[in-house]
Nanobody
Framework: VQLQASGGGLAQAGGSLTLSCAAPFGMYAMSWFRQAPGKEREFVASISRRSSSTSYADSVKGRFTISRDNVKNRVYLQMNSLKPEDTAVYYC????????????????????WGQGTQVTVSS
């Protein structure tokens, strides 16, 4: 089963976009990562399997919100107050463990990745 991310596109600075990921993995935490041109992929946000816990990169805290709907098998990333530096390919990822290992931000903790969706923010 693969992850399918969608919802990317072009937005103006200060605008909003919502990303969605088809993710039939209700027993696992899920996260969003992003990769800007010429940069390494970085952690954006994570959500525990029952939505009881979320975490965010400092760069998006207060602007982005991660959520999930385990009935619809979807994970969302609501992105508000977008900045040009948010321009990147965004990936959803499935945590490899059914329990919290102590961290969510490291890529090696994930065993399934979506194909990515492009987000471009113009100034």
């Amino acid at each position: 089963v693969q992850l399918q991310a969608s919802g990317g596109g072009l937005a103006q600075a200060g605008g909003s976009l919502t990303l969605s990921c088809a993710a039939p993995f209700g027993m696992y935490a899920m996260s969003w990562f992003r990769q800007a041109p010429g940069k390494e992929r970085e952690f954006v946000a994570s959500i525990s399997r029952r939505s009881s816990s979320t975490s965010y990169a400092d760069s998006v805290k207060g602007r982005f919100t991660i959520s999930r709907d385990n009935v619809k098998n979807r994970v969302y990333l609501q992105m508000n107050s977008l900045k040009p530096e948010d321009t990147a390919v965004y990936y959803c990822a499935k945590y490899a463990y059914t329990y919290y290992t102590g961290a969510y931000s490291q890529e090696y903790l994930y065993d399934k990745w979506g194909q990515g969706t492009q987000v471009t923010v113009s100034s």
